[in-house]
């Protein structure tokens, strides 16, 4: 796995992933050149009392186009997806140093402050927070009210339901959504900074503090 972070990184990226490109034309253009020389030598043994006929060879000519035209096609669509490829991950590395919300449980209170975020599929009459500590007890529950679809960013002050101050850490989260007296789809968003890019053979992934390696799909919204 190759990690992208300036032009020239991107640029050899690119290199690389056009090299079997050429490679397959070059292949194409050795079959042309054996399919010929086949043909030149078949035209020549042919026997003169029974000679091949114009359909014979058109046929033969029509498969070679074919195959040819099939490679052709396949190059330049590796073509074009290595240069999309490299153009997601310049444009990926903008994200470094900002934060991000994906999907996540995952609360990191810090400075009396941690914030998280939910993706609602739909407008929700009502939805509902709650945070458990490390011991999976609940500390905290509210309802944040009627919210718009799409994402949403909230944070939580870090006072429990008791009034008392939690102590700084990890904590988790989940929410439920309600429109019309049924549940809706509602995802959790954890917020984690990007750190770095990465491309793999699965794609673009960002290397987010304390989630790992996210991938870029997965990215809600940038901060």
């Known amino acids: 796995m190759t990690t992208v972070g300036t032009t020239t990184d991107a640029a050899a990226a690119l290199a690389a992933q056009a090299a079997p490109a050429a490679a397959g034309t070059k292949a194409t253009s050795d079959a042309q050149d054996r399919f010929l020389t086949l043909l030149v030598a078949q035209l020549k043994n042919q026997d003169p009392l029974n ?18 035209g099939i ?11 290595a240069s999309f490829n490299v153009g997601q991950s310049l444009q990926a590395t903008a994200m470094i140093g900002h ?6 449980s995952t609360l990191q209170l810090e400075n009396g402050a941690a914030p998280f975020g939910v993706d609602l599929a739909q407008a929700a009459d009502k939805v509902v927070l709650s945070v458990r500590d ?14 718009p679809a799409g994402v949403i960013g909230f944070e939580w002050d870090g006072v429990t339901d008791s009034g008392a101050r939690a102590a700084p850490g990890s904590y988790s989260f989940a ?7 049924k549940k809706i789809d509602a995802t959790a968003l954890a917020l984690g900074l990007v750190s770095g890019v990465t491309q793999g053979k699965d794609g673009i992934a960002l290397k987010v503090s304390g989630m790992g390696s996210v991938a870029l799909s997965d990215v809600r919204q940038v901060m």
Not at 52 to 61: E, K, P, S, Y
Not at 175 to 180: K, M, S, Y
């Open 175 to 181: 929410v439920e959504a309600v429109q019309g007296g």
């Open 71 to 81: 490679d052709k096609l396949n190059s330049t669509l590796q073509g074009m997806a």
């Open 51 to 68: 000679p091949m006929d114009n359909a014979q060879i058109t046929t033969q000519m029509a498969q070679i186009s074919t195959v040819t």
């Open 99 to 104: 934060n991000v919300f994906v999907p996540g």
């Open 134 to 147: 490390g011991s999976g007890q609940v500390v905290h529950k509210v309802d944040l009210g009627p919210q």
